[in-house]
């Protein structure tokens, strides 16, 4: 997926050039860490004007702001954001598959939030653990983040509680987006070039937080499988699922179409 | 499709809270509005995203609207009005010392 290609306004350099400066294991880690926080923000973002209450609206936008905050600062450290998020192809993208996974009902966006903000706490937290002289900077934007992912994480428990512990439709709902999405978990743990992470300890740390979280909603925790047994790979080599073409196609018509338009 | 009277239940009873944001410390908490919540946490945490995401306070109250007890309006003159022409009760005999922002 390298080269050039045309598109109305011209021919461009494919941004994700394996074989440019691209390909450096920091810029490999901070495009990891940047496609999950841009995903996970567009499907988030497609909440907004149709969340259960007004006030979850603005929870769930909040979130999803601070994600792509996270997400430009990191894009920058590869190159140019903007062409880096409007004018990659499905196959260049580095994100999890389970940030890509449609919002469905309020129960799955919510458990797909449960999963990844405790990973990504996790996450930050190993990163700015690091000694300062060894910081990079996705070290420095993860000792940033941190705080906001644990109140993204916060968020994400306090629903799964009420949720699984609410009603008998709500309890039904969260247990069925657990388990579906509990094929997407295993690749979370997959190393990533370039971060200095203990993948082992921080698979083991995330199993024990979200055991705990849904034993205390009273959810069944998922006893197969944490991948898909006809996975050919995962979105970390830039392998998607389906419904990933038809979030890119809405995230990046607009600019696809009306190159450089600016507010 | 008819709401289950169990959602119908779960809708209705998101009360209102009222919020009380500290601004900085050694000032009181200050009235800024209300939110929706179903229970107390989440109130706080609307409350949150509503009016603090601007470093606005550093402390957040919610209280349950229906608990506050107001004053009526048609009770206004009884309640209000005798203050107006007693100017001994004002602290304006007095003044304040330089550097004092919040008295």
């Known amino acids: 997926m390298s080269g050039t290609y045309e598109t109305p306004g011209g021919t461009h350099e494919t941004p994700g050039d394996p074989h440019g400066g691209r390909d450096r294991p920091g810029h490999r ?26 006030e979850e609206d603005v929870a769930l936008a909040n979130i999803a ?22 004018l990659r192809e499905e196959r260049e993208f580095r994100n999890v598959q389970l940030v890509e996974q449609p919002n469905g009902d309020f129960a799955q966006t919510i458990i797909r939030q449960l999963y990844f903000s405790v990973y990504q706490e996790l996450l930050y937290g190993q990163l700015a653990g690091c000694r300062p002289e060894d910081a990079t900077p996705v070290a420095a934007l993860a000792a940033k983040a941190v705080k906001e992912t644990a109140y993204h994480r916060d968020h994400a428990e306090q629903w799964t509680l009420r949720l699984g512990d609410g009603t008998e439709e709500s309890h039904r709902r969260a247990q069925h987006a657990v388990d579906a999405l509990w094929r997407y978990t295993g ?38 499988p944490q991948s898909a ?8 080599q830039g392998v998607h699922t389906e419904p990933f073409g038809r979030l890119l196609a809405e995230m990046q018509h607009l600019h696809r179409s009306h190159p450089e338009a600016s507010w | ?56 306070g550093v402390s957040l109250w919610v209280v349950p609207a229906d608990r506050i007890t107001a004053s009526s309006p048609d009770e206004k003159d009884p309640f209000f009005e005798p203050a107006a022409d007693k100017a001994y009760r004002h602290p304006t005999f007095y003044e304040v010392p330089e550097g004092v922002r919040n008295l």
């Not at chain 1, 923000?41 to 497609?46: F, V």
């Not at chain 1, 792509?68 to 998020?85: H, I, M, N, P, W």
């Not at chain 1, 006809?230 to 970390?236: E, L, N, P, Q, V």
């Open chain 1, 229 to 236: 047994v006809w996975a050919a790979g995962g979105g970390r």
């Open chain 1, 29 to 54: 880690a901070a495009l990891a860490l940047g496609d999950d926080a841009l995903v996970l923000a567009q499907r988030l973002g497609e909440w907004a004007g149709h969340a259960p209450e007004l």
């Open chain 1, 65 to 86: 702001l601070d994600l792509l905050g996270q997400a430009r600062t990191l894009l920058s450290l590869v190159g140019d954001e903007d062409k880096l998020a409007y």
């Open chain 2, 1 to 56: 499709m008819s709401e289950t009277s169990q959602q119908h239940r779960a809708r209705a009873e998101w009360p209102l809270w009222e919020v009380f944001v500290r601004s900085r410390r050694g000032l009181s908490h200050t009235h800024v509005g209300s939110v929706h919540a179903p229970d107390a946490a989440l109130a706080l945490r609307n409350a949150r995203d509503l009016y603090t995401r601007r470093s606005e």
């Open chain 1, 187 to 224: 690749e979370l743990f997959q190393p990533v070039e370039g971060l200095d992470v203990d993948w082992d300890n921080l698979r083991a740390t995330w199993t024990t937080s979200v055991r705990s979280v849904l034993e205390q909603a009273t959810l069944r925790v998922p006893e197969g």
